[in-house]
């Protein structure tokens, strides 16, 4: 069978390959912690859950418009506008199947051979992904741990030349936690006009952000409304992984090919799972803040913990649910590391080369679980660290 040679140039994501061996692992009875996949353990809010099965019972069970229903587009572009201040109308907005498909109806629709597209370094690997299956060239921003994993201005800037097309962001970011400044956002917004660039503001975590730190939209910055495709949805904030629903922000000569592109794919989001996210938007914030402050007890435990172990680094997450320590001291590498955690110690992670060259010695893990699980698989990375050194 003769396989396209653009299929070549797509990776893979690590996190579900750890999963399958986790799970491989629990078929012979063992049992795993399970730090490796970016799922909040917590149950979609109650309001949330009436409201899909409201419009199933309502008969919300066929086909609905590409772009999205009516009443979600406006509710989250009511929401772009109160809360990350960005001017936005229903027809700026397409929802769809989850976030992952925004990226890559994105970067299909934008990029192409000869084109140059920077995106973050260790970053989402779908990114890279995605442009190298367009045949554009993919080219790394640095984050270094040095800066605490943030963007570089100068050194972003000495990437872009006459062939760059589009700037990816994630803020809070994936893999480390990073939240871009205000400042920086600025910054990257002259460099965009002055060069005619567009963006891909990738904020997902948006809701996760901890010790008082802003989050802002770039594209709610001056000129910025024009330049940038802002990505958000469901899975984190609000507990709805499986109802796959994410939704863009986009300058209106880009919805037209985007809804076309997803015509072709999956024709239109869920339609009842779309009651359940204007739900979601509408209703109480209560389930938020209650996951949130939990997600910031549990960093405080996970960060503190692994800071005590000796030949073990780790940065100060300001957002999202993951840490990013540095284990590069401990003299093996982060994929070693990583399969002898899960064999040895039944603790799975990522490991940081997953998501780009620049997250090489460190590993990801997802506090999205429970407290005491986290608890236990402190204590079982130390032991296996301990036991490593000997």
Not at 196 to 215: A, F, M, P, Q, T
Not at 327 to 349: M, N, P, W, Y
Not at 360 to 365: A, D, F, P, V, Y
Request: glycine share 8%.
């Amino acid at each position: 069978m003769k396989i396209a040679q653009a299929m070549n140039r797509l990776g893979t994501e690590t996190a579900f390959e750890v999963l399958v061996r986790a799970r491989a692992l629990e078929a012979q009875g063992k049992n795993v912690i399970h730090l490796e996949i970016g799922e909040p353990d917590f149950t979609t809010p109650s309001n949330i859950i009436e409201a899909g099965v409201a419009a199933l019972r309502a008969g919300h069970t066929h086909y609905g418009p590409s772009a999205g229903l009516p009443a979600l587009r406006k509710e989250i572009a009511k929401q772009a506008s109160a809360f990350r201040g960005i001017d936005v109308s229903p027809d700026n907005i397409v929802v769809t199947t989850g976030a992952k498909p925004i990226m890559f109806y994105t970067i299909l629709a934008l990029g192409e051979p000869g084109d140059e597209i920077i995106y973050p370094n260790p970053g989402f690997p779908i990114y890279e992904s995605m442009i190298n299956y367009t045949g554009a060239k993919a080219v790394p921003a640095p984050l270094r741990e040095s800066k605490n994993f943030r963007l570089d201005v100068e050194e972003l800037a000495g990437l872009v030349n006459d062939r760059t097309t589009l700037i990816i962001l994630n803020s809070p970011q994936n893999p480390t936690g990073a939240v871009i400044r205000r400042e920086t956002l600025s910054a990257i917004a002259e460099m965009a006009a002055r060069h005619n660039l567009l963006v891909i503001s990738d904020e997902i975590y948006e809701k996760l952000i901890y010790d008082g730190r802003e989050h802002v939209s770039i594209g709610a910055l001056p000129g910025m409304r024009e330049r940038t495709i802002t990505i958000n949805g469901f899975s984190k904030a609000y507990s709805m992984t499986g109802w796959r629903l994410g939704y863009l922000a986009a300058p209106r000569e880009l919805v037209a090919p985007m809804v076309k592109i997803r015509e072709f794919m999956t024709s239109c989001p869920n339609t009842f799972a779309q009651h359940g996210a204007v739900a979601a938007l509408a209703g109480p914030r209560e389930p938020v803040a209650r996951m949130h402050a939990e997600f910031a007890r549990r960093r405080a435990l996970v960060v503190g913990r692994l800071s005590q172990i000796d030949g073990v680094s780790c940065v100060m997450p300001g957002g999202a649910f993951y840490a990013f320590p540095n284990v590069s001291a401990l003299g093996c590498a982060d994929v070693e590391f990583a399969a002898g955690l899960l064999e040895q110690e039944r603790v799975a992670v990522v490991p940081g080369s997953a998501f780009g060259e620049n997250g090489s010695g460190h590993i990801r893990i997802s506090y999205a679980t429970a407290y005491d699980q986290l608890d236990e698989a402190m204590m079982r990375i130390e032991r296996f660290v301990r036991a490593s050194r000997r």
